[in-house]
């Protein structure tokens, strides 16, 4: 079985990078939201085997090992059923807004600052497949639960050596939410905070190694592990919120030319 996610999307970036001195460059950027327009279609297939203990039934026809297709005449699968709608989705992503500070210390260090804020209660949903709740529910949830989420990245490097280069970095990525206690249908990341370091040499001339750390923790929002719904009202579970922590290494070897 198989799931296949076609369409496009088609948005507008424009940005502007300003320089009062040698050393100091000041940008922004703005992107709009992403207007997408996907189809899904499934499509799935099933095989199976069954053995003839018993080949008395002359409309049984096993094969030379005693075998029956479950598919019928002969073959081991069943016809590829395709699901093709219509099970289309026309939605508008948040738009973005960037904002970044760099300074640099001759050719010794630099430092930056970066900050993105972007509006999650401005997604709204134009087209969705038949059957499933209206739009209007859909954008009044992004809407009235859902604000701009404010991004903070700080990044820095030093060259104590021409051949040897320090660096750190720190971000972090704040809640969507406009109330945290909001429980989503299922569980999303809400938050996430990240640091980092690595140390990059220069092996030859064009030839660069660099090794990379960097932690991260993301929080997710509250969920019910379970929860049910009748004429009496609801019983849930108790809330739960997960918490991911990551570590991830990169080596990188890198050439120029």
Not at 61 to 75: E, V
Request: glycine share 8%; hydrophobic share 35%.
């Amino acid at each position: 079985q198989s799931a296949i996610i076609s369409g496009t999307g088609v948005n507008f970036k424009a940005g502007i990078i300003y320089r009062p001195i040698e050393n100091l460059r000041i940008g922004a950027a703005i992107h709009t939201p992403t207007y997408y327009d996907l189809d899904y279609k499934f499509q799935s297939s099933a095989a199976g085997l069954a053995y003839a203990n018993n080949d008395s039934d002359p409309n049984v026809k096993p094969d030379r090992d005693g075998f029956i297709s479950t598919a019928g005449d002969g073959n081991m699968t069943t016809p590829l059923l395709v699901d093709d709608g219509p099970n289309s989705w026309s939605f508008v992503s948040p738009t973005r807004l960037l904002l970044g500070v760099s300074y640099s210390f001759a050719d010794r260090a630099v430092i930056s600052v970066d900050y993105e804020r972007d509006w999650y209660n401005g997604i709204r949903v134009k087209d969705n497949p038949v059957g499933l709740d209206s739009q209007t529910w859909y954008n009044d949830t992004f809407r009235h639960n859902f604000k701009g989420s404010n991004i903070v990245r700080v990044g820095a490097e030093f060259k104590p050596l021409p051949v040897l280069a320090l660096r750190a970095g720190f971000g972090y990525s704040g809640s969507m939410l406009k109330d945290e206690n909001t429980i989503l249908a299922s569980p999303a990341i809400k938050q996430t905070t990240y640091c980092g370091a690595g140390i990059g040499f220069v092996l030859a001339r064009g030839v660069l190694l660099d090794v990379a750390y960097q932690y991260l923790s993301s929080k997710t929002t509250d969920y019910y592990l379970f929860y049910v719904e009748d004429s009496e009202g609801m019983a849930e579970s108790a809330r739960y919120a997960t918490i991911f922590n990551r570590h991830n290494v990169a080596v990188t070897l890198g050439f120029r030319f």
